[in-house]
């Protein structure tokens, strides 16, 4: 006979998949009806369906929560970690619209959102990315610093060779940090493009540059993926 931690916890048991499928079916419905509610000019029947439904999905996803709070070895740790500040955030904007004006409540519409996060939990392909993520996690920091830095130096350097052709499209520094942005990831939109020999010169390095700037991250997040698989196997 499974314990309630068993079934709340574990999902290598019959009735822990039971479990997880039905919250992760709750979620995705969650979702759906959260989508047609901004539907406009929508019938009034639906629109307390939806409204029952929501109250619906609020207690089960509160229960869960507060279930694996109660089941939690270490409940301080469980409140604060990742998961628990999701499921927490997922039902709080159903208590905290009460006294709120509704300009409120539309701005607490949006951590609505947390119920996708919330998917994650019973994902175990997103867990496994979620384990390459802390495996790689010095790299990608280390990357996402060169990159910081390497926009600062396109920015100044398309500044030197831009600014006195077109001062308004380049006017300093800062104006000049979309298009290393833009530039840099090779998405190029076109706005704003050098006119002189040196800057287009420079843009090409700098195009260059950017075709490893987005190879990179794949390469690090494959490499950190196929360790965390191995790791799963064992």
């Keep these: 006979m499974p314990t309630l931690k068993d079934i709340v916890e574990r999902s290598d048991t019959p009735a822990g998949r039971v479990f997880d499928l039905s919250i ?4 995705v419905l969650s979702l759906i009806a959260f989508s047609v509610e901004t539907l406009p000019n929508l019938d009034p029947v639906w629109t307390r369906l939806l409204y029952l439904f929501k109250i619906a ?17 270490r409940k301080l740790a ?22 709120f004006d509704l300009r409120s409540i539309r701005a607490l519409r949006l951590l609505r959102l947390f119920w996708m996060l919330k998917l994650v939990r019973y994902s175990r392909a997103i867990q496994r990315f979620h384990r390459a993520f802390l495996i790689a996690r010095e790299e990608i920091v280390l990357f996402l610093f060169v990159t ?3 926009l600062y130096l396109a920015s100044v350097g398309i500044y030197h060779f831009e600014h006195d052709a077109q001062p308004e499209a380049f006017a300093s520094v800062f104006h000049c940090l979309w298009w290393a942005v833009v530039t840099l990831t090779t998405v190029g939109y076109g706005d704003l493009y050098p006119i002189t020999a040196g800057g287009r010169i420079f843009t090409f390095v700098i195009l260059l540059i950017g075709l490893g700037i987005v190879s990179v991250p794949a390469g690090l997040v494959a490499s950190a993926l196929a360790q965390a698989r191995e790791m799963e196997n064992e």
Excluded: H, K, N
């Design 57 to 73: 999905s609020v207690v089960v996803f509160t229960t869960e929560y507060i279930v694996r709070l109660i089941v939690a070895d």
């Design 78 to 99: 469980f409140a604060t970690s990742f998961f628990g500040v999701v499921d927490l955030l997922a039902i709080l904007p159903f208590y905290l619209s009460f006294g």
């Design 24 to 27: 992760q079916c709750f979620i």
């Design 148 to 150: 910081v830095i390497l």
